[in-house]
């Protein structure tokens, strides 16, 4: 079974988005599988409404593990079974904690192995110099995507008013590379990431 993988900066939306698309696909309950830093592997079930609550946090580095839920993608006039996985968060330079560093080395081991990579931006914060705005690590997870094939970029966020011109600037930044802009929060844009993990899957 291929998997496609969410990678990007804490506090971007990658859990929001893990969850929501779920959903979108018709998931009411989570049969999680977790990869947490020390090796081990546990499998929990939640409803959709519990994962929300647990999982989603504004605070930086909630997420350590790598997450894996199985999906169904339609794919021509059949289906798909795909693993998708949530990431911990990268970051420019050396973390002070070493759970977090051993999460980024984890979530880009994962990245090499995976079929297809969803590179998650913030665009209400491309350029506030917050944790979750753009920098290094964002062009650096663009020009390993652009040559590897499979990428494209989640313009996420696109609910709130500000994002607009966030995603102005993302094109700008990354004028060759395929931009879908989404919300985790509506769902919007989520039929085109189907369409495109679909079509590469």
Known sequence: MESCILMGKPNVGKTSFFLSFASYLGVSKCQLLFRGVDGGIQRQAYGMDIARKYFISSSPFKTKDVCEIHLTIPVYKGTQELKLLDTGG???????????????????????????????MDTSNVSSNQINSISHIDDQLNQYGRKRG????????????ESKEGLNQL????????????????????????????RNI
């Open 171 to 198: 094109q700008r930044r990354y004028p060759d590379t395929y931009i879908i802009p989404v919300s985790a929060v509506t769902q919007a844009g989520f039929k085109e990431v189907k369409m495109f993990v679909g």
């Open 150 to 161: 499979g990428y494209c970029i989640l313009a996420n966020k696109m609910d709130l008013e």
């Open 90 to 120: 990268l970051m420019d330079g050396i973390h002070k904690d070493p759970h977090v560093r051993k999460s980024m080395a984890m979530s880009l081991q994962s990245m090499e192995q995976a079929k297809i990579l969803l590179h998650v």
